[in-house]
């Protein structure tokens, strides 16, 4: 009986560690030009496009940077889903991981064009890049794996 109940512990222990969660990473979507601007019609054409490439993927939690870009990208989502965005700060990417490591459940995760890269770096290890003209790229981390996706898909 004590050999049956220690197989069931470990049959759901490996259960539970066999489905990593999955972070996704992207820049922002196209904006305006100016201080702290605004998405363009582009830009908000593609976050409306990321709603339907994620709203199946069993998105918990949702971080952005404070800028209205950011916002404005995964506002769409947000509100889909019914999940409060968490602001982050873009200089604190160290404090980000640490809290990220500490939640469950697939984790969308906003930035730019210098930080999204840094962060993929601290959570892989892997250098990427994203030009400045670059809106596109998603970045799937799951179980310590890194995929580039595009948002155009």
Excluded: C, W
């Amino acid at each position: 009986m004590r050999t049956l109940f220690f197989l069931i512990v470990i049959l759901f222990s490996s259960a539970t560690f066999a489905t990593p969660d999955t972070l996704f990473l992207l820049r922002h979507a196209e904006k305006r030009d100016g201080i702290n601007p605004n998405l363009s019609d582009a830009g908000k054409s593609r976050a409306e496009h990321l709603v339907s490439m994620l709203k199946d993927k069993e998105i918990e939690h949702i971080f952005s940077t404070n800028y209205n870009r950011t916002l404005e990208t995964v506002k769409p989502l947000s509100q889909k889903l019914g999940i409060v965005v968490t602001h982050y700060n873009p200089r604190q990417l160290t404090a980000l991981v640490k809290q990220l490591k500490t939640l469950k459940g697939n984790t969308v995760i906003v930035g730019h064009s210098n930080t999204t890269p840094q962060l993929v770096k601290l959570l892989t290890e892997q250098d990427v890049t994203i030009n400045e003209d670059q809106f596109d790229k998603l970045f799937v981390i799951e179980g310590g794996a890194l995929t580039q996706l595009s948002s155009n898909n």
